[in-house]
Structures are given as C-alpha cells and as structure tokens.
C-alpha cells in the first residue's frame, strides 16, 4: 500500500500513516454564535461568517501539527450524523437509544442520541456538504476530507418500526432510496473535487457488545444478518464514488462527554467488514480494553488499511510514545504494519458539546499522534 502520494497539483493523497476522525472541541465563540442563532439574534449569514473563521482556526491547527487530511472539524454540526441527515427528504429526528453512556468513573452519563425515523420517500433533494467542502479546499494546502454518516444510521437505531410501512411497505424500496440518496451526494462531492470520504458508523461497533445486539433483537432486527446486510448497504451507498476518491469508515463505540455507549471485541463483525466492506481505510477505535484485542485485523486483505486509534480522545492524559509504539507492534502481529497507521481513537467533539478534555490536550494528543506516526512509518 502506497502512503502519502502526490497528485498533479502537488497535494499529498490518501492514504496516510498519521490521520484523524475529524471533529475537534469547539471554540466558545462558535459555540455562543450557534446560541444566538436559535435565539433569532443572528441571522444564518451571520452564523456563516462565524463558522468560517473558526473552521480557519481549525484548519491551521492541523496544518500546524503536519496532518495532510484536514476536515473543518465539524464546526458546522450540532451532531455528527442529524445535521447532514435530516437534510435527506422523508427522514425527522426522534428520541434516542435505549443504554445509558459511561465514562471512565463507572458513572452513568444520561444522554441518548437522537434516532432517524423515516416518515416520506427519501430522496436527495439537494447537495449537502458541496458548499462546506469548497469553502474547506479553498482554505488548505493539504487533503480536504470530507466526513458525513453512514447509511446504517437510517436503519439501525430505530429499527423496522422507525420505518413508516405506509411509505416503505418492501424495505427493498427502502434500502434502494437510501443507496440512490448517498449515491446523489457522493457523485455530488466528487464533481465538487473531494477525493477523500469518511463515513462515520457507530452500528458495526456496536454490534460487538452483548446488550446492544439484544436491543436489536428487540427492535426486529437480527444481529447475526446484519454486517453482511450493512456491508451491501454502505457498498450500494459509494457505488458512484469514482476510483481516485480515497473511502475510509470510523468505528464509533459512542462519543459524548468522554463517554461511551457500547464496548467489545470487533471479531463479531471483522471477516465480513475487511473483505465484504468496499472500503480503503478502517479507522477503528483502540484507546482501552471496551475495543478488545488485536486478533481481528488477522482478516484484513491485501490493499486495505487499518488506522489505529491508540490515543484516547476522552482523557486529558497524554499517551506515551513507548506505549504507543508496544500496542503497535502487538497490531502488527495480526496485519502487516504498512497496511497500519495510527490516530486518536474517536472525534475530540462528536457534538458540539465536546469530550471533557482541554483545547491545549487536543493539540498535544494530536501532536503525538504526528510525533510517534513520523518514527514508526517515517513522514508522509
């Protein structure tokens, strides 16, 4: 696997020994702008405007540490999957999951993310990240990235009875409209220029834990059919993504307030994901024991990457490089390490609330991440 190319405008291409998930803390100014503007004191130029310079800031920060994948770290998002899907005709946003978060203390942290129901047909009605990625591209040097949720996010949380049977009597039709839908927007973003897409998708990880497979059970779905069945639906979702755009897919266990919602292994879900998947780069979460083993990346094929996320974006505490570098080598050991790379283990901020970490502890988390990258695999 080649790492760190150069395209014909001397910009370094996908894939990368160092990257990252994309969202990052938000500074307070961003946050008191969006305060204003669903208090009607600010007009949506106006939160525009703001936006935009905050995504600069962002942009340099990373620029500043040596990333080559830039995102605007999502400063344009309450959460990391309603804002782009509820821009999709036919879906509303209903209340949340059943499991409580935890974080590091045992303590319960009581939030439940908000589910997609399907109410109408849905269709792409009109681009959605087009506008915020050129306005990304025109301010780096380096690889706007693009990340946006996964189609399993429509599915799996709300299950059969969050799909309005009076519009979708055949979820063939269902799943037909979704894969038209992102085939729309990912068509739209590659004529836009993006040659690298993330999708974000907590459903697969959270089909490593025990409880979350039972809540399926009770919604109506079967945990056993559905990596093969996300697997095709996310294949069907970048069917029109042409071959120079660069496909990555995060692994999200929950990620609100240094918390987290599920935890396990990815042995239930690795041998269907690396090969049934049509994806370049996996980038799983590795920060503690909830992630299990390195035994599963013993699946993964030829040509395919695994970006490990050894760095904890839940905790201030910085890593070690000599800790890093021993989980590594213990990856290693199940998958060739040119088809390794590392990152922190999840978004510093995967709503606006952020993780309970500092502005100064996410830039030296990143910086590690860079430093111990650049030692391992040498620059991109």
Known sequence: MKHGRIDSTGTSRAPFHADHVGSFLRPPVLIEARDAFAAGKIDAAALRAIEDEAIRGVVALQEGVGLKAITDGEFRRKFFHTDFLLQLDGIEEKGGMEVAFQNATGTDVHFAPPKMIVTGKIAHAKPIQRADFEFLASVTKETAKVTIPSPTMLHFRAGREGISEEVYPDMTDFFADVASAYQDEVADLADAGCRYLQLDDTNL?????????????????????????????????????????????????GNFRSSWAAEGGYEPVAEIMFNEVAIDSFLLEYDDARSGDFAPLRFLPKGKQVVLGLVTTKLGELETKDEIKRRIDEAAKFAPLDQLALSPQCGFASTVHGNDIAVEQQKAKMELVMEVAAEVWGAD
Do not use: S
């Open 205 to 253: 990880a959270y089909l490593c834990d025990g409880q979350q497979r039972e809540n399926a059970r009770k919604r109506g779905l079967n945990p056993d059919d559905l990596p093969r069945h996300y697997a095709k639906m996310i294949n069907d979702a970048l069917a029109t993504a042409p071959a120079e755009m660069f496909t990555a897919m995060h692994l999200c266990r």
